[in-house]
């Protein structure tokens, strides 16, 4: 247990369908941030938060919509998702400048249909 | 754009051997970190090893050390007397920037490491 859970552990949604991933951290962090990691690929930045105001949006297409409304909580807004969106995405949080380390929930495994 | 490389998709060990993976990084910077990860079947990852690129000693953790060759952008991790519970797959990642107090860890394909009894 490193203090960051993630809820649906598994999700399956239709191409039409509307979910949310969630994200808690009890560690009182201060940056979040959702990864998407598909087999044999590395893993991919999607979306970082600091302080509650996302700072990085790595060019993920717009049927994923983000959502930070404290330091503890980070949402992933599902919408209209093609069958390639189907990985495990992980979701993280850190607030060390000088370790450097990111604290990861368990992922939400997603399978679109 | 930063990129970090590992070459072996699977590896495999005896328990109680020693075992070496590979991993490659391509950066202009001259000060970052490198990191090790480990992610278990119930693949919550966590932190295994970090080295700052500034130190010249290799990092060490109990049965876990790395051999750090910055001119060569070489930062592989040894696991030595290897358990059971190192199964998992390793992933080396590279700290690229920060961004208003985060960070942005640019990470290889991964290693899946497998133990023998």
């Known amino acids: 247990e490193t203090g960051v859970t993630q809820t649906p552990r598994h999700l399956v949604m239709g191409m039409t369908n509307k979910k949310s991933l969630k994200c808690e951290q009890h560690?009182?962090?201060?940056?979040m941030y959702w990864y998407k990691q598909s087999a044999k690929k590395p893993l991919e930045l999607m979306f970082v938060y600091s302080l509650e105001e996302r700072v990085e949006n790595n060019s993920v297409p717009s049927r994923f919509s983000p959502e930070c409304p404290n330091s503890s909580h980070l949402f992933l807004h599902l919408h209209t998702l093609q069958p390639e969106d189907s990985a495990l995405y992980l979701c993280a949080s850190s607030q060390d400048r000088n370790t450097g380390e990111l604290f990861f929930g368990e992922g939400s495994r997603l399978t679109v249909l | 754009a930063q990129t970090v490389t590992q070459s072996q998709p699977e590896m495999s060990v005896q328990e109680a051997e020693t075992v070496t993976l590979s991993c490659t990084y391509d950066?202009?910077?001259?000060?970052?970190?490198l990191f090790w990860y480990k992610q278990p079947p119930s693949r919550q990852m966590i932190l295994v090893i970090r080295q700052e690129a500034y130190k010249q000693q290799n990092a060490t953790e109990n049965r876990f050390s790395v051999n750090f060759q910055k001119a060569a952008k070489s930062f592989s991790l040894k696991i030595s007397d290897s358990q059971l519970g190192d199964a998992a797959m390793y992933f080396c990642a590279y700290r690229s920037e920060w961004i208003q107090g985060a960070q942005k860890l640019v990470f290889g394909q991964g290693t899946r490491l497998t133990i023998n009894p």
């Open positions: 560690l009182g962090h201060n940056a």
């Open positions: 950066t202009s910077e001259s000060d970052y970190y």
